[in-house]
């Protein structure tokens, strides 16, 4: 090989290296690349139908139409669901607490003396209390009186 012809030589390497580079071409070690023999994916670089490197989603470079929209959509509604789920959760607990903590009514009933007492709102005198006279107030204002 000759002297003279080895520039010429290292220029048409260089040129055809920088084209390679230039123009793209698929990296043969890459396990995602765009060769024959790689599986196609799909969206979100799972395999499915639209094939294509999961680098960009899908064969076409999209996902399928409505797809954002439609997971979207369903993400928000187990969102709605779920927090209805606590909001009755919660409702009902707080509804328990509150039927455990309400005091319990019981209606007014009438007040009555006790066996050997008559219903006075006189009290017993001095004179009284000596020969044995008992008084007392019940809770509910109604005075006794044992003579």
């Given at each position: 090989?000759?002297?003279?012809?080895?520039?010429n030589l290292?220029?048409?390497?260089?040129?055809?290296?920088?084209?390679?580079?230039?123009?793209?071409?698929?990296?043969?070690?890459?396990?995602?690349?765009?060769?024959?023999?790689?599986?196609?994916?799909?969206?979100?670089?799972?395999?499915?139908?639209?094939?294509?490197?999961?680098y960009?989603?899908?064969?076409?470079g999209?996902?399928?139409?409505?797809?954002?929209?439609?997971?979207?959509?369903?993400?928000?509604?187990?969102?709605?669901?779920?927090?209805?789920?606590?909001?009755?959760?919660?409702?009902?607990?707080r509804?328990?607490?509150?039927?455990?903590?309400?005091?319990?009514?019981?209606p007014?009933?009438e007040?009555?003396?006790?066996?050997?007492?008559?219903?006075?709102?006189?009290k017993?005198s001095?004179?009284?209390?000596?020969?044995?006279?008992?008084?007392?107030?019940?809770p509910?204002?109604?005075?006794?009186?044992?003579?």
């Amino acid at each position: 090989m000759k002297t003279r012809n080895l520039p010429n030589l290292i220029a048409l390497v260089c040129a055809s290296f920088v084209a390679g580079a230039v123009s793209g071409c698929a990296q043969l070690n890459d396990p995602n690349g765009y060769g024959y023999n790689q599986p196609s994916y799909g969206y979100g670089g799972q395999p499915g139908y639209y094939g294509g490197s999961p680098y960009y989603g899908g064969g076409y470079g999209y996902p399928p139409p409505g797809a954002y929209d439609r997971r979207e959509r369903e993400r928000l509604e187990r969102e709605r669901e779920r927090l209805e789920d606590e909001r009755r959760r919660l409702e009902e607990e707080r509804r328990r607490q509150q039927q455990e903590s309400a005091p319990v009514y019981r209606p007014p009933r009438e007040e009555r003396c006790p066996p050997g007492f008559s219903p006075s709102e006189q009290k017993c005198s001095r004179e009284e209390r000596q020969r044995g006279c008992r008084d007392m107030r019940l809770p509910g204002g109604l005075g006794c009186v044992s003579r």
